[in-house]
């Protein structure tokens, strides 16, 4: 059978001077799968775009920033990941310039500038732990993961580059 997973992108905005992580803390609604949870920025692709645009999309629709400079950092596939078990592969970029103001909320929560150093310390999904310092590592060489989830929770985690 084909593996026919939800695409999607997600994106870790840099300050200017690279102390610090834009993050989105879910808190607007209370059917959200994230509900109390901090993430990147990012969404689904749409059939028309590239995942480039659709990180561009992304970040303009979610904090009003347009990307001047990104790198892809690696790839993530997450069977089972969905709220009904749907399988999600993700393209993880960081966004090291831009232009524009996030506004201090959007449609999912809150957004603030975390320190870089104290990720690990918010509540996120448990997975994320295992790919966000190879986001921020200073290996230049992209990363591609699978992390199976099951129940809501990640079962395993294999990465290579």
Request: hydrophobic share 40%.
């Amino acid at each position: 059978m084909p593996y026919t997973p939800i695409l999607a992108t997600l994106g870790y905005v840099l300050s200017p001077d690279g102390t610090h992580v834009l993050m989105v803390h879910r808190i607007a609604r209370a059917d959200d799968q994230q509900l109390g949870k901090y993430n990147g920025l990012g969404g689904k692709l749409e059939p028309h775009e590239d995942v480039a645009a659709g990180m561009r999309r992304e970040l303009h629709e979610e904090a009003g920033l347009e990307a001047t400079a990104m790198r892809l950092r690696g790839t993530i596939s997450w069977p089972g990941f969905g709220k009904h078990g749907e399988d999600w592969f993700g393209f993880v970029f960081v966004i090291d310039a831009f232009t524009g103001e996030p506004p201090a909320r959007n449609a999912e929560g809150t957004l603030s500038w975390v320190p870089r150093d104290r990720l690990l310390e918010l509540p996120m999904w448990e997975g994320d732990r295992h790919f966000l310092p190879l986001v921020f590592d200073d290996d230049p060489r992209p990363f591609h993961g699978v992390m199976p989830y099951d129940g809501g929770r990640p079962v395993s985690w294999t990465v290579s580059r």
